[in-house]
């Protein structure tokens, strides 16, 4: 079984077989909306074995820390990070392509 926590601004994912792993953020895009910074980071999808799915954290942060998280979950890697880029869209009034035209993607520190 499989259980995701947030810790130190790092999700983990924790098999209770196994050592915790970060799950590093595979995305992420900063810019201002209406005068307030916002953060959108995209985690690296990650598998639930047990159940046969695809999981990711999409996590905005408004301003001076007002952090909104969603967990995605779906069939395949590619399912839950076009999810997770539509959800973001939505939620911040902007296109997919915008959020990803000036994204860091990859190994993203926070």
Not at 9 to 36: E, I, K, T, W
Not at 95 to 108: E, H, M, P, T, Y
Request: net charge neutral; proline share 3%.
């Amino acid at each position: 079984m499989q259980t995701v926590s947030v810790t130190a601004g790092q999700s983990m994912v924790v098999n209770r077989h196994s050592a915790p792993q970060l799950a590093p953020v595979l995305a992420q895009h900063d810019f201002v909306q209406d005068g307030v910074r916002i953060r959108v980071a995209i985690d690296r999808p990650m598998v639930d074995r047990v159940r046969g799915t695809w999981r990711c954290r999409l996590a905005v942060t408004r301003g001076e820390g007002e952090l909104e998280q969603s967990h995605v979950v779906g069939a395949s890697s590619g399912a839950v990070l076009e999810e997770a880029l539509n959800l973001a869209a939505a939620t911040l009034g902007v296109s997919a392509i915008q959020l990803l035209s000036d994204a860091r993607v990859g190994l993203v520190s926070r």
